[in-house]
């Protein structure tokens, strides 16, 4: 299924779709080798690359996938979804933001409110969320939100060039009667 993606917000950050108009911005952090070292995807090498990726967003199946707009000013500063894993049940979510605005916070307030979506408009009970080893920080954001380290695993740049040991956190939310 292909998700309507709305616009939803938080108390410093608008979520909302992103769109091909949002190439310039995107590639700001997409193309920052510091962002995208623990990333599934490699650096983007030029703009090209990320104009196919914000036209691919489109034919996302079980996946929300936002822009992240920072309301002080306006500015597009990260991106992020959350998808639902239909064989295992469960909701994945990741995140990534332009380096000048890491340790803000903006990383946790927006996956926090991916999670409640979810929660609020397909009663998801499930979570779960990995990082690279070497990338602690990651891991300090997924336990913000609640999840609890589960073991570890690994992960593969969707383009083979590298594999990270990574850490697996999973959240169960209950839904008594």
Known sequence: MIFDIPTIETE????RPLTINDAEAV???AGDERVAKYMNYPRHQNIEITKTWLDSLNTL????SWGFVRKSDGMLIGSGGIRFITDENVWSFGYNFRYDCWGFGYATECAKRMIGYVSEQHNAKEFVS???V???ASGRVIEK???AFEGYSEYTKFDRSRTFKSK??????DRGC
């Open 145 to 147: 939100c609640g999840l």
């Open 168 to 173: 697996v956190y999973r959240m169960k939310l």
């Open 130 to 132: 990995e990082h690279a």
């Open 134 to 136: 070497d990338n602690p």
């Open 12 to 15: 410093r950050m608008i979520l």
């Open 27 to 29: 590639f700001e952090w």
């Open 61 to 64: 199946e079980n996946e929300y």
